[in-house]
């Protein structure tokens, strides 16, 4: 068990429509980062937060935001779903998101866009 | 811009046999280096990682890697395979991002079939 908690663990849903994936991160760590891993594109960094300050932007669409509340939980949202949008969400966290630190990652989120 | 190639999407080895996955990186400064691996369902966990202290690391479940900058690789490696490290490998790359904050790149990642 990584200490990362990430919900739901599946979700199905329709073309068009918005959804908000969670995470916890482990305790302690004020770092959050989001991945989408497809099959086609492989583990994509999404974005990374610390402290609730957004702090690196990867290959994230226009569609997706997050944030990283007080408690320092995040969420992702994306909105105006298309099908290529199914994929498994993952997120991690570490201590303070420097360079040479190991990260936590969580069991994912298994996204299916109908 | 940093980037890792992981050579191979999948290995076959027998049980007991050496177990090499590759992994070549390209980064613009002295990089730190990971592998991860990701078994079935679950969510991806560090093996090892070079932070430029000894070229040779080692980390859990036997494995280790070397890293060579003159041929820019961290390959893993387990001397004798156990039918458990059948997994998905990934190699990744930390360069620091903006602000000196972690910016990590993976690979694409080698499915491990370990063969009774």
């Known amino acids: 068990d990584s200490g990362v908690t990430q919900t739901p663990k599946h979700l199905i849903t329709a073309t068009g429509q918005r959804v908000t994936l969670r995470c916890s991160p482990r305790s302690g760590d004020l770092s959050v980062y989001w991945y989408q891993q497809s099959l086609d594109q492989g583990l994509q960094f999404l974005i990374q937060y610390y402290n609730g300050e957004e702090r690196a932007k990867g290959n994230i669409l226009e569609r997706f935001s997050a944030q990283q509340f007080p408690d320092l939980h995040s969420e992702l949202n994306l909105s105006s779903l298309e099908l290529g949008d199914s994929a498994l969400y993952f997120c991690?966290?570490?201590?303070?998101?420097?360079?040479?630190?190991?990260?936590?990652f969580g069991s994912g989120t298994q996204l299916s866009v109908l | 811009a940093q980037s890792v190639t992981q050579l191979g999407s999948h290995v076959s080895v027998s049980e007991g046999a050496l177990v090499l996955l590759r992994c070549n990186y390209s980064?613009?400064?002295?990089?730190?280096l990971f592998w991860y691996v990701q078994y079935p369902n679950q969510g991806l966990q560090l093996l090892l990682k070079?932070?430029?202290?000894?070229?040779l690391v080692k980390g859990i479940n036997g494995f280790e890697a070397e890293f060579k900058k003159s041929e820019t690789s961290f390959h893993l490696t387990k001397p004798s395979a156990h039918m458990s490290d059948a997994a998905e490998y990934f190699c990744a790359v930390s360069d620091r991002g903006r602000g000196g904050y972690q910016k990590v790149t993976f690979g694409t990642g080698t499915k491990l079939q370990v063969i009774p």
């Open positions: 991690a966290s570490s201590v303070a998101g420097s360079s040479n630190e190991k990260l936590f």
């Open positions: 070079y932070t430029s202290a000894a070229t």
């Open positions: 980064s613009s400064v002295p990089p730190y």
